[in-house]
């Protein structure tokens, strides 16, 4: 399903959440959002799922308005860091009343899940730990059947073991269900290898929107001497530097590898990392 985001603006008071944003979202991607704390980013994802209303613009899915259209929301999954399921209830009831307003809910595959993620069905949703919370909702989001999937902070207190399982099971069923899904998180480069395009979310506008693979193309990183590092740098769009003692690296967007220059200055060129790009583009 395709999404369209046409000049969102959301003001809470004085805030500015959102600042006319205009995004366009293809089906069957697998996409990041970033941005630092008080970005957007959840602000972005509660307009999508019409859980709030835009100050101005609107959202349109698959030709259709979000807004009090059943129809839409109910082929949207949004996985939010709140726990807004009744709390008395049981992890084996939330999955069938979840069903109750997701027709397409594959039953035996959140049974399953549950089992791989050793998750006790019998137990409470408020006797959850918050990683078995986390597991709990995740595990609504892929069984539900829904086209377009929103994961808010998906791993939130999950240990290394439990976290590499998701990453795992969020490909294999995308591979199996191709669909839409947006993963919003401060693990950046966990997701990495997951992510196909990413959307950099910064005071409420997007600043770059990129494939993945672009991205770490269009960009590197030199290490050495940092008296070489200066002279390396000189003219390119230099985003970040790290420094320690006489050694310094820098990472670069844009340009070419100067292979040459490098090479008389005893420098080394690299590849980045998606994370420290996303560091360097919202200091910048």
């Given at each position: 399903?395709?999404i369209e985001?046409?000049?969102l ?8 959440a959102l600042?006319n ?12 959002l ?7 980013k ?6 999508l ?11 349109i ?19 939010s860091?709140?726990n ?6 049981r ?21 399953e ?19 078995y919370a ?21 791993v ?25 899904i947006?993963?919003?998180?401060h ?6 290898d ?11 506008q997007?600043?770059l ?9 269009s ?37 070419a ?28």
């Open positions: 399903m395709k985001a046409r000049e603006t959301k003001i809470y008071g004085e805030t500015v600042d944003v205009s995004l366009t979202l293809d089906e069957a991607k697998i996409y990041g970033l941005g630092r704390n008080g970005a957007g959840t602000t972005l994802l509660n307009l799922t019409a859980k709030t209303h835009p100050t101005k613009g609107s959202i899915i698959d030709g259709e308005p979000v807004w009090e259209n059943d129809k839409v929301l109910g082929n949207i999954f949004y996985m860091e709140q807004l399921y009744p709390a008395s209830l992890v084996w009831q939330v999955f069938k009343w979840t069903a109750e307003f997701y027709p397409g809910f594959d039953l035996l595959y959140a049974e899940l549950a089992r791989r993620f050793e998750l006790n069905t019998k137990k409470r949703v408020k006797g959850l730990s918050t990683g986390s597991i709990f909702k995740a595990i609504l989001a892929l069984a539900s059947g829904a086209k377009i999937l929103l994961f808010d902070e998906p939130l207190g999950l240990d290394a073991n439990h976290r590499e399982l998701l990453y795992r099971e969020i490909v294999a069923h995308y591979s199996e269900h191709p669909k839409t947006i993963l919003s998180t693990l950046i480069e966990e997701i990495a997951l992510l196909e395009d990413v959307i950099i979310i910064q005071k409420g997007i600043i929107k990129q494939s993945v693979e672009e991205l770490l193309a960009a590197h990183t030199v290490s050495g001497a940092a008296s070489g590092v200066d002279q390396y740098i000189q003219g390119k769009q230099c985003i970040a530097t790290e420094q320690l003692q006489n050694f310094k690296s820098a990472t670069i967007l844009g340009g590898l100067d292979q040459t220059l490098a090479k008389s200055l005893e420098l080394e060129l690299g590849k980045p990392e998606l994370q420290k790009l996303f560091i360097g583009l919202t200091n910048s």
